[in-house]
Each structure stands twice: as C-alpha cells, then as structure tokens.
C-alpha cells in the first residue's frame, strides 16, 4: 500500500494550507495510507551550528521532533508540503526546518524518489514573495522529487474554494500523485529547477536564480524579455550541486575550524569581554 505524509506549516485550524492539504491526500485513492503531520506542533528548535551532523554518517544532536519527523518522511512514499505566506515569505517553521536539513544534506539515499508536491497560499493579491521557491528548496533539501508546485490564493480561511478551479486542480494532484507520467514543469520565465521568478542580472549579460544557482540568459522577442536556461542541470540544488555543497564544502570547512581551532579562539576572545546581553525578566506563572 501507498502513503502519503501531508505536511501543513500552518497553526491554523483548517486553515487554507489545511484544506489543501486535505483535499490532495483525499484524492489519493482509499487504496493509499494517508499521514498529516502540523508542523507547528512540532518540537524544532533552531540550529545550533555545532556541526556535530557532519560528516554524512552522523546525525543531528538535538533530542526534539526532528527524528520522528524525517521518520515519518522516510516511511513516506510521497510528501504533500504546504504552507501560507508571511511577509512574502513562507511560514517561519519551515525556515527553522530548512536549517535543520545541514544533517539530511548529504543522505540522499534516505528520500530520493518520493514524490512531493507543494503547495503555496498566499491572501494579498500580488504579495506572493518567493515564499513558493523557498518551500521549494526544502522539498530539494530533503531531496524529494519535485513533480508539481502551485500557489494558491485565498486569505481568509475557506476562501480557497471560493474559485471552483482550485477544488478541481487539487483534487486532480491528488488523483495524479502516484501517476508515473505526472510531473509539471515551471513556466516560461521561471526557474526550472526551483520555479523561482526572480532573478540576479549579473554583468556579463547572463541572468542566475539567486536562490538554487541555475544559469541562463536573457533575450527579447521584439520588446519582451524571454529567458532561457543552461541544460546541464547543474545548480545548487542538483544531486552533484547538493554532494558538493554538503559532502566536500562543509565537510572541509569542519576540518579547517578544527585544525585552527586555536587561533580563531584568539580572534574571538576581545569579544567575549563585551557583556551586554539584556534578557526578558521570567514570567511568573
Ligand atoms: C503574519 C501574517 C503574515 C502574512 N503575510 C502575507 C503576505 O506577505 N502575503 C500574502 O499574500 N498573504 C499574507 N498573509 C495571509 C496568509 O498567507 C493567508 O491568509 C493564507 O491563506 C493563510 O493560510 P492558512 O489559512 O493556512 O493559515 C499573512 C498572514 C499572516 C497571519
């Protein structure tokens, strides 16, 4: 039997991202194991940049819900992420996840294949941010195998399903999910690899997506600008951009700080004199 793992990076209750969520594992078919998991109820706490994670065979110090969750994602065969957008932005829990993926970088082994789809909600018209590519890159860092992304709008709860469109796309994702020939693509001038739509226009004339790293270049059809992309595929967020990035990078970057170790304890130390933290006086209870 199938499962699939509803992730909803949202506190509230059926809220928009909910519904969503809902609607796609509903449509997986009775034949599917359905799993939700809110990631907000979730004991994460923030990196701590110890590095104890690296190299590849060790895993992340920290005794909270990080284990049962990439559990839960490893059980999975495919993983419906979504989340709302704060501040142009998603949700802040998927940031604190996002960083806590430095320990999940180099086991590719652990996700690959799983199929994930994410799913955006955003309430201001034009407000979107690039909260979708954000969430993006986590299902990339957790190495799940993007095969569709949508935004969605509706700001206050139920307000997704004021466009009768919506209930139908849903509900095709989650007749599609396990389909092997379902994989959107980004559109036209989007990333291809994250589907991000924002660019760095650098100054040789090439155009970069300043979040996965994917190349390309910009020309003009008459007076509209149409960007084209490098196919090798290589980015940040490719399986030899990932390996590169956390399995030689980092893990060197570790050996440097241990091997002077002792001379950047020195440069630190004029710091630690400097003592001027303030705290919130401890609420009674
Ligand atoms: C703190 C906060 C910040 C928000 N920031 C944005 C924003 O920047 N852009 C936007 O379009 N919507 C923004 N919204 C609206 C939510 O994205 C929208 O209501 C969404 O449907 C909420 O999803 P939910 O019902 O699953 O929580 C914000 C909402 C909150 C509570």
Known sequence: ???????????????????LVKEVLA????????????????????????????????????KDDLAFLLGKLQEADAVVLGAPV????????????????????????LFQGKRCV??????????????????????????????DSFVIHGANPGEVWLNPATLERVREVGRALFDPGY??????????????????????????????GTKGKVDHNGLKPVLSFESSGHNRISPEGKREHFENWLVIKKEEFLAK???????????????????PPVQAE
């Open 118 to 147: 994410t799913i955006t909600t955003y309430g201001a018209w034009g407000w979107e941010g690039y909260a979708r590519s954000v969430l993006n890159l986590t299902a990339h860092f957790l190495h799940l195998d993007l095969v």
């Open 183 to 212: 994989r959107k693509v980004p559109g036209e001038n989007q990333c291809p690899a994250c589907w991000g739509d924002f660019f760095r226009f650098k100054a040789d004339g090439t155009v970069e997506c300043p979040l996965c």
């Open 27 to 62: 449509n997986t078919g009775a034949d599917c194991e359905k799993e939700m998991i809110r990631l907000t109820d979730l004991n994460l706490e923030y990196c701590k940049a110890c590095y104890a994670c690296l190299p590849r065979e060790m895993n992340c110090r920290i």
């Open 261 to 279: 170790r002792a001379q950047l304890k020195e440069l630190q130390k004029p710091y630690g004199a400097y003592d001027w933290w303030v705290k």
């Open 1 to 19: 039997m199938k499962k699939v793992l509803g992730l909803v990076a949202s506190q509230r209750k059926l809220g928009n991202t909910e519904m």
């Open 86 to 109: 704060y501040f142009l932005g998603p949700h802040g829990v998927i940031k604190v996840l996002h960083d806590r993926l430095l320990s999940v970088g180099s086991k590719q082994h």
